[in-house]
């Protein structure tokens, strides 16, 4: 069943990219291209001890298109890769050889954004984005030092919600370098509103629900197409 998902999985991204190089071939005179990336906050909402820890590390990086609707307003999708997660601060005696005072837990995620971008200024111009993300979870890793040195892990992947969505808000400027090539800093947060508890009883054991939440520092370039005639 999950080679099955998987494959599904391949053949939506597939499509997805078919469909979007059609569009940007025909609106190629308003379209930009972008790779982006960088370190994040994450952690995780309604785990119980898990959603007070202090802090978690988290990154996303991930190619990306901006189609310009008019002066202001343009639709940006593409595909990353986010790690999620959190510290995992319960002692948990089903670990023999880990250090359980400090598991984490990495939630890996290929995620789609569809947002909506406002852009003000010139030359060096502040968006806003606001829109949603649909996300396929790609591992789920329970982390540790081991007792005995090293590290161990335990791999929940078949145990969690095959899909994540939630909504996409953020704050960026680009500077321009060239005629064509523009400079991208933005503080992105992607707010998980479907719950990725473990199907069973495993972790947060009484929790109704557990949902993500990363925000992360993306700097990148952006490659404009309506610049190369």
Same mark, same amino acid.
């Given at each position: 069943m999950k080679t099955f998902n998987q494959f599904r999985y391949l053949t939506l991204t597939t499509f *997805?990219?078919?469909? &979007?190089? %059609? /569009?940007?071939?025909?609106?190629?005179?308003?379209?930009?291209?972008?790779?982006? +990336? +960088?370190?994040?906050?994450? =952690?995780?909402r309604g785990g119980g001890?898990?959603?007070?820890?202090?802090?978690?590390?988290?990154?996303?990086?991930? &190619? *990306? %298109?901006?189609?310009r609707i008019n002066q202001v307003f343009s639709v940006q999708t593409g595909l990353s890769f986010d790690r999620k997660g959190s510290l995992y601060p319960t002692k948990?005696?089903?670990?023999?050889?880990?250090? $359980? $005072?400090?598991?984490?837990?990495n939630y890996d995620y290929l995620s789609m954004p569809l947002v /909506?971008?406002?852009? =003000?200024?010139k030359p060096v111009k502040l968006y806003l !984005? %606001?829109?949603? *993300?649909?996300?396929?979870i790609h591992s789920v890793m329970l982390i540790g030092e081991g007792t005995h040195g090293?590290? +161990?892990?335990? @791999?929940? %992947?078949?145990?969690?919600p095959d899909y994540e969505f939630?909504?996409? @808000?953020? /704050?960026? /400027?680009?500077?321009? #370098?060239?005629?064509? #090539?523009e400079l991208t800093a933005e503080i992105r947060n !992607?707010?998980? #509103?479907?719950?990725?508890?473990l199907k069973d009883e495993y972790l947060f054991s009484g929790s109704p629900n557990v949902r993500t939440n990363l925000t992360t520092l993306m700097l990148g370039v952006s490659f404009r197409l309506d610049a190369c005639k």
């Open positions: *997805f990219v078919c469909v &979007l190089g %059609t /569009i940007v071939y025909a609106q190629k005179s308003r379209a930009s291209f972008e790779v982006a +990336g +960088g370190p994040g906050y994450s =952690f995780l001890t898990a959603s007070s820890v202090p802090d978690g590390k988290g990154f996303q990086i991930g &190619l *990306f %298109t901006d189609i948990w005696y089903g670990f023999l050889y880990l250090d $359980e $005072e400090h598991l984490k837990l /909506i971008r406002a852009s =003000f200024f !984005n %606001t829109g949603i *993300f649909l996300a396929r090293g590290l +161990g892990s335990f @791999n929940f %992947t078949s145990f969690v939630g909504l996409v @808000n953020g /704050i960026g /400027i680009k500077v321009p #370098l060239h005629k064509q #090539l !992607n707010r998980g #509103l479907s719950s990725v508890k």
